[in-house]
């Protein structure tokens, strides 16, 4: 059995090639960046999915007769007659390899990087391998609670679920960037003997290799193929105040009072989840809330926003679900009834993949919440959410994506993009009215997803050490991703005696590291819990207190001098923010992104900058009260609150007592860190 070959030709800028059935096309999508595209199907098909349009580049096509080039600036491509591809920088270095594993040995195919196995007749279930160098690190992928920074090692879903956010692109220390460029289901492997994409139905291959020099001329010119983070308003840079629920517009009045009598900062004032009266009804419920104008203009008079919760879900008993069945905008069942979730009703999804029903979601929004000043949204329940869920079956969760069907196509094909589409409905909605200080909190996101004015959260995370310890890899692998706004539930989501001095402790660290995070937000379902809260009423589902004086005096004293350090520190924020929006590069980021050659900080995974001049080490231990801090090498680095210089280069151990969290200012950079 001889070794098939692969016929070559040049169409425009793009290298096609064909063996059997497969047919695959090669091109520059943007300056030093190649993409890749395979099928056995018809025809390569065209759908970018969220990618930005991209001018055309030189590029140069070598034909010979063993192999073919294409060329484009600091990245080139080698596809071998067998079909095997492989991609170099400018100098020749290998920066990835297919896999062909054997292929040489016995001449067979069955071992190839690339297979396609129908699973209809348009769809395939796809994989692609390339190959595993031992030194290698990852760095990216969006948002995983597994307590690493460096991917390698780690096998990935590919799917969105709470607390989990999937946005298919790595950093490579081998200096390239990788996008898988499908929002089907599936799995990363970036495993010790192989590399490999999986995704369980698509209709081809699809993915973009970016070259660069340093790591952050990557992230840069990635953001470019999937856009920048814009800029907020400096208001939303402030501290914003919520817990599970605030029952009535009283309530959250009477808070936002207080903290005014309390002579605190306060920005941000959340009304969270079923103040409505049905899901899918998109407006509050006036039993609780009588006058939302009034309230929205008395707290704007302390100089407060409103954001509301905004839930994809439509429950049966909806004024909008017969409307909205009969005009195909929900998210349908390939068989049986078309119910997919289960929290306090039968609902299934506003079908955000449909132009049709991302218009329809915001006219309900612009009438029922906009014409009252509020332009701040909580995009809730954003993956979306599948199964029976709820305090009565907190673990069964099955997510049957085989059974979705989309506007855009069938949920194994298509759902790890709708919360990019979530977002978008209210992103064209709110400047379809003209709106320019917007914001919205969004719990989930996909390529793409940080070019709106949506800030992304880390979901219902529990309230541990261990969890803290968690967010700030998360953080920062979701940093760069190209996400600039990026937050977390100050002490945690699920639980928080109130009373207890361990939570009390976790609660002052946390809002340690709250206040040097892109936005700073308090958040919580805190203890005590309704005897039933499967059972009890929406009004009863409230949490215990969650304001910043909720966890005794010594901890208040801590986190009110948090919130005027926030304060003094927006100009700042803002000042890197612009730099974000304008580079490119995240506003919290990790450390090797600006010392690139120093070997030691691919190494650290709980220190950061913030922005360009602020080394952030934050206390992630019970009981610590001294911590080792790695200061990178070229710069002196002054101690935030000792002001003593260091060498960078060098680990040293600090002092951090319960009132204070390690922070460092490069070079000599002054900021008003002290009160």
């Not at 899901?279 to 006036?286: A, C, H, K, L, Y």
């Not at 049966?316 to 009703?345: K, Q, W």
């Not at 958040?523 to 499967?534: T, V």
């Amino acid at each position: 059995m001889g070794v098939k070959r692969v016929i070559f030709a040049k169409q425009g800028n793009k290298l096609i090639g064909k063996e059997g059935r497969e047919t695959i096309c090669l091109e520059p999508f943007g300056k030093d960046v190649l993409r890749f595209r395979g099928t056995i199907g018809k025809e390569i098909g065209e759908e970018n999915w969220t990618l930005l349009p991209q001018e055309e580049v030189p590029v140069e096509i070598v034909i010979e007769e063993e192999r073919a080039f294409l060329c484009n600036g600091k990245i080139q491509a080698e596809v071998r007659s067998d079909g095997s591809i492989r991609y170099m920088d400018s100098r020749g270095k290998v920066l990835c390899e297919e896999l062909w594993i054997d292929y040489r040995v016995n001449n067979a195919d069955l071992l190839k990087a690339r297979h396609y196995k129908a699973v209809s007749s348009d769809l395939y279930r796809l994989d692609l391998y390339f190959r595993a160098y031992e030194d290698e690190r990852f760095y990216g992928m969006g948002q995983y609670a597994n307590g690493y920074l460096n991917l390698k090692g780690c096998v990935l879903e590919l799917a969105q679920r709470n607390t989990q956010i999937s946005v298919p692109f790595f950093l490579s220390t081998r200096g390239y960037g990788f996008i898988w460029n499908n929002p089907a289901i599936g799995r990363a492997e970036l495993a010790r003997n192989h590399t490999r994409w999986h995704a369980e139905a698509g209709r081809q291959i699809d993915y973009l290799v970016i070259a660069g020099d340093t790591p952050r001329e990557i992230l840069v010119k990635y953001t470019d193929l999937t856009g920048k983070s814009p800029l907020l308003p400096e208001w939303a840079l402030g501290f914003w105040q919520c817990k599970l629920r605030y029952r009535t517009q009283e309530e959250i009045l009477e808070v936002a009072k207080e903290y005014k009598r309390r002579g605190l900062p306060l920005s941000v004032i959340v009304v969270d989840f079923f103040h409505w009266p049905n899901q899918g009804d998109w407006r509050f419920d006036p039993r609780f809330f009588p006058d939302p104008q009034a309230m929205v203009r008395e707290l704007e008079e302390m100089g407060v926003k409103v954001m509301v919760s905004i839930w994809p879900t439509v429950d049966i008993h909806s004024e909008n679900y017969r409307e909205m069945a009969r005009r195909g905008l929900l998210v349908g069942t390939e068989r049986g009834v078309p119910t997919i979730y289960t929290f306090r009703g039968i609902t299934t999804y506003f079908d955000a993949t449909h132009p049709e029903a991302r218009r329809f979601i915001w006219e309900k929004v612009k009438e029922n919440y906009y014409r009252y000043g509020i332009c701040m949204f909580w995009l809730d329940e954003a993956e979306p959410e599948l199964g029976i869920q709820g305090f009565e079956y907190p673990n069964l969760l099955p997510y049957d994506y085989e059974n979705l069907r989309y506007h855009l196509g069938n949920g194994l094909e298509v759902s790890n993009i709708y919360p990019f589409y979530y977002a978008q409905a209210f992103e064209e909605g709110l400047q379809s009215v003209g709106e320019k200080e917007a914001v919205n909190l969004i719990r989930c996101a996909w390529l793409g997803s940080q070019r709106f004015r949506a800030v992304v959260w880390s979901g219902d995370i529990p309230s541990t050490f261990e969890s803290l310890r968690r967010q700030i890899k998360a953080g920062l692998n979701m940093a760069l991703c190209g996400f600039s706004w990026w937050t977390t539930d100050i002490g945690g989501f699920w639980g928080g005696d109130l009373q207890d001095p361990s939570f009390q402790e976790l609660i002052v660290r946390w809002f340690q590291f709250g206040v040097f995070c892109p936005v700073f937000r308090l958040h919580g379902f805190r203890l005590p819990y309704p005897s039933d809260p499967a059972s009890c009423t929406a009004e009863e589902l409230t949490g215990g207190p969650n304001e910043v004086w909720s966890f005794g005096e010594r901890a208040y004293q801590i986190i009110g001098e948090l919130l005027f350090l926030r304060e003094r520190l927006k100009p700042y924020i803002a000042e890197e923010a612009k730099k974000a929006h304008e580079e490119g590069a995240p506003l919290m980021r990790p450390l090797f992104l600006d010392f690139p050659e120093d070997p030691r900080v691919y190494e650290i995974e709980d220190q950061y900058l913030f922005g360009t001049d602020l080394l952030v080490a934050p206390v992630v231990y019970e009981g610590e009260r001294k911590r080792k801090v790695y200061l990178p090498q070229g710069v002196d680095w002054t101690d935030a609150w000792s002001e003593k210089v260091y060498l960078g280069g060098q680990w040293i151990e600090v002092e951090a007592p319960l009132e204070r969290v390690p922070v460092f200012l490069r070079g000599g950079r002054r900021l008003p860190l002290k009160g």
